[in-house]
């Protein structure tokens, strides 16, 4: 059974960085090609997504974080990594990992939450100004 357990958040200034941890586990990377990513979810808004990467490691970052946030994964493909700079407020939200999976081929990751079929818990991220 797949799991992906965040780690990293907390409260920082606007304008420090923060690095995001998911660690993945029960999935075959050799059989499986797959799209992870990162979303996030403010208080009383949708859960909107912010990076992506599939199994080549191509990704795609949304615009209100590109150039702030980066996505990247360990060779093992393990764990996950949202490497966050310049924070703002409005960058505060519950953050999660998710994940789809595929026999085939999987070239582009989409960034909308419903594409997604497995998730993390959240980690919160707070920037106070």
């Known amino acids: 059974q797949v799991q992906l357990v965040e780690s990293g958040g907390g409260s920082v200034q606007a304008g420090g960085s923060l690095r995001l941890s998911c660690a993945a586990s029960g999935y075959s990377s050799s059989r499986y090609q797959y799209c992870m990513g990162w979303f996030r979810q403010a208080p009383g808004k949708e859960r909107e997504g912010v990076a992506v990467?599939?199994?080549?490691?191509?990704?795609t970052i949304v615009d209100s974080v590109k150039g702030r946030f980066t996505i990247s994964k360990d060779n093992a493909e393990t764990t996950l990594y949202l490497q966050m700079s310049s924070l703002k407020p409005e960058d505060s939200a519950m953050y999660y990992c998710a994940a789809y999976f595929n026999v085939g081929m999987l070239r582009y990751c989409y960034t909308r939450a419903s594409a997604y079929n497995y998730w993390g818990q959240g980690t919160q991220v707070t920037v106070s100004s």
């Open positions: 990467i599939n199994s080549d490691g191509s990704t």
